[in-house]
């Protein structure tokens, strides 16, 4: 009986853990999910949300076998994703990866990026969060373009 009752206890405690676990992670989801929505849909406000101060927003680019990396603006993608355009920026992600450790996030997301409707590109996304006063915010993100083993 005893035996059976440390075991209850093991697996209250491991599921306790898994429960909260899947907590921060739907939260860390709505965070990307809000910046991605938010782009969809022209709304500056929705997606910055998503981003604490002073993050960093990269994308690692390769022209004709030479890798660059060039750094954006975080204000400037806001104000252009809150100007007025004609197609949607619909960037349609998989939450590939998801490592949480106290306050802080790693997410791999593999993306394929449309234009209204019209394939431009894909590739893969990666974030790193904080838990901070306003839940979870992206402090860094980078990614990779391609046009080409899109599958």
């Not at 992670?25 to 929505?37: D, G, M, P, R, Y």
């Not at 949300?49 to 960093?56: G, L």
């Not at 252009?80 to 949480?100: A, C, M, N, S, W």
Request: proline share 2%.
């Amino acid at each position: 009986m005893k035996g059976l009752v440390i075991f209850a206890l093991f697996l209250l405690c491991f599921t306790t853990n898994g429960f909260a676990q899947s907590d921060e992670e739907s939260a860390v989801k709505k965070t990307i999910n809000n910046l991605f929505t938010g782009m969809k849909d022209g709304d500056s406000t929705l997606t910055k949300t998503a981003f604490a101060p002073a993050a960093i927003m990269q994308t690692i680019a390769n022209k004709e076998g030479k890798v660059s990396i060039r750094t954006e603006s975080v204000n400037d993608f806001i104000k252009f994703i809150g100007t007025p355009h004609q197609e949607k920026y619909d960037e349609r992600i998989v939450f590939t990866k998801i490592l949480i450790d106290g306050p802080l996030a790693s997410v791999w997301t593999d993306y394929k990026f449309y234009l209204g409707e019209k394939f431009s590109h894909c590739g893969v996304n990666s974030f790193q969060l904080v838990k901070g006063d306003k839940g979870w915010q992206i402090v860094y993100i980078i990614d990779t373009r391609r046009k080409d083993k899109c599958n």
